[in-house]
């Protein structure tokens, strides 16, 4: 359920997924901590940025996603936000997180390859 200013902003290509997440409360689903800027031209009558925003889903969806999120420790992510036949969509994944040993192994992989980088940089420039 968004505001009339926060479409206008949408429709302006001006929003940011990074940090949402969804969660179901009460039966119902809500769009967490997604960033939908206010509206340039908006006045006193514009929403504030990182409301929670009620997702309208039929119960069947719901179900299905409480059924996933309790059993196995899932967490809905927004994925995508797009325009269909005028209305606003969310495209809404089912993540898991990362494990200990997950997040090492990335750290690594990413330190090596900056030294890599830094020591090609260095053999181009001459040492």
Request: charged residues 35%.
């Amino acid at each position: 359920m968004l505001q009339g200013t926060e479409v206008k902003s949408l429709r302006a290509g001006r929003a940011s997924l990074v940090d949402g997440y969804a969660e179901v409360r009460d039966g119902e689903v809500w769009l967490m901590n997604v960033h939908i800027p206010e509206y340039d031209q908006g006045t006193w009558t514009n929403h504030e940025p990182r409301r929670p925003r009620k997702l309208l889903l039929h119960a069947h969806e719901i179900n299905r996603l409480i059924g996933k999120t309790k059993q196995s420790g899932l967490t809905l992510v927004p994925m995508k936000l797009y325009f269909k036949d005028g209305k606003a969509k969310v495209l809404i994944g089912l993540g898991r997180g990362k494990k200990s040993h997950d997040k090492r192994q990335d750290i690594a992989a990413r330190e090596a390859k900056r030294d890599a980088e830094r020591a090609m940089a260095a053999a181009r420039r001459g040492r």
